[in-house]
């Protein structure tokens, strides 16, 4: 009787890893498809996966952010922030490059919660670097913008950089 208890436990905690080890996330690219992949890590710049190809095995990649769904990598981005501040300041600066304004100001509004003291340290200049690398950021991604003809996405971060940060040196270009 023990033997055969502990044989079905046996079966039924194999088949429980067997599902876990083959569990696919469905990953959203820009271009609208789906993949079925495992994601193993999350990135600042996109998401490390791990998939089964055509030809059988696994492989693993990293797939960047500007391949994937913009709401879908900003989901994920913001779940893997947690509570680390920084995170959640960098994810803003990517939204913004997205033309995801009202994310951006979501993330900024999660740092304060989080760390008050850093955003106010970079909104009063305490820390030149990072508001410098912001506002150059900021109209590098304008100037994408203007380039690819999306105006209306330029003049929001231009306006935007203009009243936040006219005295960086990106501020004076702008």
Not at 2 to 21: D, H, P
Not at 54 to 75: E, S, W
Not at 163 to 170: H, Q
Request: charged share 30%; aromatic share 4%; hydrophobic share 45%.
């Amino acid at each position: 009787m023990r033997t055969v208890i502990c044989l079905g436990l046996l079966c039924v905690l194999s088949l429980g890893l067997a599902v876990e080890a083959f569990a696919l996330d469905e990953v959203i690219l820009a271009d609208g498809r789906v993949r079925k992949a495992k994601i193993l890590e999350v990135l600042d710049d996109g998401i490390q996966v791990k998939f089964t190809p055509k030809g059988g095995g696994t492989a693993q990649m990293k797939v960047p952010a500007a391949k994937l769904d913009p709401h879908f990598f900003y989901n994920l981005a913001n779940e893997a922030a947690g509570d680390d501040a920084k995170k959640h300041l960098k994810l803003a600066l990517w939204a913004i490059d997205a033309g995801l304004f009202s994310r951006a100001k979501i993330q900024v509004e999660k740092a304060t919660e989080l760390d008050p003291q850093l955003v106010k340290d970079i909104k009063e200049g305490h820390l030149p670097e990072i508001r410098e690398g912001i506002a150059e950021r900021v109209l590098q991604s304008a100037e994408t913008d203007i380039e690819k003809g999306r105006f209306e996405n330029a003049e929001k971060k231009l306006e935007a950089l203009l009243a936040r940060m006219p005295d960086t040196a990106a501020g004076t270009h702008a």
